[in-house]
C-alpha cells in the first residue's frame, strides 16, 4: 500500500471519527481499529480489482455512511469517558488551563481525604488544633503544589521538545528550576522539624525525592508531546 | 436470494455478534467474515456499524477486547482481539431463548412453519 492510499484511508476513518464528542483515548482505539480495518478492505478489494481507486470507492462502500456511523460511535462513548474528556482537556489548550483543571482534581481528592479522616476521628472536635490546621494547609498547598508541577511539565515539554529544539542550557535551567522548587516545598512542608537545624540525611533524601520529580516531569513532557504529535498528524487531514 | 441488510439486521446485530464469538476470539474483520460466511453470502452489513456495536457490548461487560501485542507488519496498526465474556454468554443464551419465542409466534402468522 502506498503513502498516498494510507493518508486516503485515514481520511476515509476521520471523517467518522473527528466529530465524535469523545476522549482523545477513545478516539485513538476507534482511529487505529478502524484503520487496520479499513486497510484490510482496501487490500483485499485491490486484489480484487487491481485498481487503486477502485479499491478505495469499494472501501468507502463497504464502510457505510460516516454520519451513520459516526452516531452510532457517539452512542457507544460511556458516560464515564465524559469525564476522561474534561481531565485530558482540549488539545493545544494553555498549560495554565491544565495548571488549574490538575489543581482543582487534587483539591477535590485532598478535600475527600480530609473529610474521610475527619469523619474517621469523630469530627474536629478529636483534633488538636496544630494537626487540624496542619491537614487543612496540606489540603490546600498540594494542589498549589501540582499546579506549578503541570507548569514546570509544561516548560519542560517545550524546552525539550518545543519549535525551539534542544538546547541543554535551557533544559538544565528548567530541570534545576523544577528540582529547586520541589525542594524548596518539602522544606517547607518539614519546616516545623527542621527549624532548629536542618539534619543532613533527611535534607539529602529531600534533594533526591526533587530530583525524581525532575524525570518525572520529563517523561510527562515526552509524553504529552508524543500525544500532541499524533494529534497534530489526524487533525492535520482534509476531510472536507 | 435477495440480500438481507440495513434495517432488517437492526436490533440482532449485537446478538450476532455474540453469537459469532461463540465460536472463538476474533477481530473485526474476521467477525464479518465470521457473519458472512453463515449468512451463506446473503448478509450484507455496513462494516463501520460493527464497530459502535463492539464498543457497546465491551461497554456492557459482554465483551471484552484486547490490542494484539504486535502490528505484524500492518505500518503500527494494531488489530482488537474480542473474547466473549461469562456475562456475553449468558446474554447470548437469553438472546437466542427470544429469537426463538419471536419465530414460534412470527410464524404462524407469516403461515410459515417455525
Redesign the interface.
Known sequence: ?TDTN?TQLKVLVER?VRPVRASLRTKR??R??????V???FEEEFARLGDDRGALAQTTV?????A??TA??Q????AGDDFRRYWEGEPGEPAWRTAARVAGGTAALAAVVLGIMLAATGGTRGWPLAALLAGVGAALAVPAYFFALTLFTAWMERVCHGPLGWSWRRVVVAAAGLWLFTLLCMAGANRPAWQSRIPVTEAMTAGLISAHFVVFACALGTSSTKRAIYQREWAGLDIA | MTLISGDKLRGHLEAMILSTLSDGDAHGQEILRRLEAAGCGLLRLKEGSLYPALYRLEAAGEVKGVWEPESHGRRGARRRIYRLTGKGSRKLEVSRGEWRQFVRILGPIFGVQA
Not at chain 1, 463497504?62 to 460516516?66: K, S
Open positions: 500500500m494510507l467518522i482505539k476507534v487505529e481499529e478502524l484503520l487496520v480495518h486497510s484490510g478492505v463497504r464502510l457505510g455512511d460516516p451513520e456511523v452510532q460511535l452512542k457507544s462513548v460511556s
